[in-house]
């Protein structure tokens, strides 16, 4: 009978340590997960569009790991499925129906511009995974250039359609958008970047 109530305590207090250790897990967890979106929404405010910032970033939270390194590798992702998006958009554009010969030339060079863009992305990204070695400085610095090109080929889109009377306003209202928006998110993937060993 001792033995027996002996060990019923002991597997109600096993019950017990259990419970409260699951109880200490789940409170880490969120803790942790609270200080992965906390860093990644003070590092937004350094950004040139802070919510586009939240809104494409706060998802890669848990991912990032409250790593700036990790988080400007993120944000050129973003920015390069957004370009990825915007060629796909201007392509589609290229085919419709009604499009002039004009429009289709300035789209074709549009979709390069945006080609270019996405390929200076991969470089700044592939720049940003090179911080751990010697020429650390070097590598941070062409990631900064890379990524500013970037912006400079897609701005050359819109900019390169010097006569804008020959392009149907709803053409270039669509061309303005998709640049637009590799351009606000390549800008935040360089503020990142710039401001990158700030806290
Ligand atoms: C941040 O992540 C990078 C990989 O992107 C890694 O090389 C670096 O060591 C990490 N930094 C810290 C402080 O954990
Ligand atoms: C598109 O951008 C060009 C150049 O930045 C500008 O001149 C034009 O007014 C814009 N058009 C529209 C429809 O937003």
Redesign the pocket.
């Known amino acids: 009978m001792a033995n027996s109530c002996k060990s019923l305590i002991l597997y109600l207090f096993a019950i017990v340590v259990f419970f409260s250790q699951t109880q200490v897990l789940v409170t880490a967890a969120k803790d942790s997960r609270q200080a992965n979106t906390n860093f990644v929404k003070t590092k937004c405010k350094v950004t040139t569009y802070p919510s586009l910032c939240l809104k494409t970033l706060i998802p890669y939270a848990s991912s990032v790991k409250a790593n700036s390194t990790n988080l400007c590798k993120q944000a050129l992702n973003v920015a390069t499925k957004g370009a990825r998006d915007a060629s796909t958009i201007v392509s589609n554009l290229k085919k419709q129906k009604g499009i002039s010969q004009y429009e289709a030339a300035a789209l074709k060079d549009c979709i390069e511009d945006v080609q270019d863009a996405m390929y200076e992305l991969k470089r700044a990204f592939e720049a940003m995974g090179h911080l751990g070695d010697k020429d650390k400085e070097f590598q941070l610095s062409n990631a900064k250039t890379y990524a500013s090109a970037a912006i400079t080929d897609a701005d050359s889109c819109?900019?390169g359609?010097s006569d804008?009377s020959k392009v149907n306003?709803k053409v270039?209202?669509t061309?303005?958008r998709s640049m637009s928006v590799i351009i606000r998110l390549t800008s935040n993937a360089l503020s990142l970047i710039n401001h990158l060993y700030e806290y």
């Open positions: 819109t900019g359609l804008y306003p270039m209202d061309i303005n």
